[in-house]
Every structure is written in C-alpha cells, then in structure tokens.
C-alpha cells in the first residue's frame, strides 16, 4: 500500500511539473491583439497624403495660371526630393529656389 501512496504522489508532482513546465512555454505564445486599429490607422494616413499631394499639385496648377494662362503647366518639382532627376518627355526643369 505505502508503495502505491508513493507512486501515485510522484506521478501527481511529475504531472503538476509538466503541466507547469508546458504552461509557462505556451503562455507567451498568447493571441496577438487585433490588427484593425493599426490597419485603418495606416490606411486614413495613406489616402491623407493622397488627398494633400492632389491639393498641392491643383493650387500650383492654379497659381501657374493665374502667372501664364491658355499655357500648358510643367510638371510639378518634388517638394521632399532634392536629388537629381530626369523628364523623358519634356525639358528638365530649372533647380530648386
């Protein structure tokens, strides 16, 4: 009898260290948190910038007019690139001021 008391109670502390052991691995695996807020964040700041270069290319369109009107309008110059770049079709346009 002593013997059976003996091997269940090390199979009950052998389980509850499994069970343990098996806890503490699997709880920083936990369900990431939703990715909705950080998705419509990232989207409303995509279509604002969209939204913001349309505003800014129609007031330079409508200032070139006012300036030289019935003209074509050149091509807008990069507000945040200053490096070197090429129009194909068109002449290159006179450095930043």
Same mark, same amino acid.
């Given at each position: 009898m002593a013997t059976y008391l003996w091997r269940k =109670?090390?199979? =009950? $502390?052998?389980?509850?260290w499994e069970k343990e052991v098996l806890w503490t691995m &699997? @709880?920083?695996?936990?369900?990431?948190?939703?990715?909705?807020p950080l998705v419509t964040i990232y989207v409303c700041a995509f279509y604002t910038g969209v939204i913001g270069a349309a505003i800014t290319e129609? $007031?330079?369109k409508e200032k070139y007019w006012e @300036?030289?009107?019935?003209?074509? &309008?050149?091509?807008?110059r990069p507000k945040f690139y200053g490096g070197p770049w090429k129009v194909y079709k068109g002449t290159v346009l006179p450095p930043n001021k």
């Open positions: =109670y090390a199979n =009950y $502390l052998h389980t509850k &699997v @709880d920083p695996f936990k369900r990431p948190k939703s990715f909705t129609q $007031l330079y @300036d030289h009107p019935g003209e074509a &309008v050149p091509i807008m």
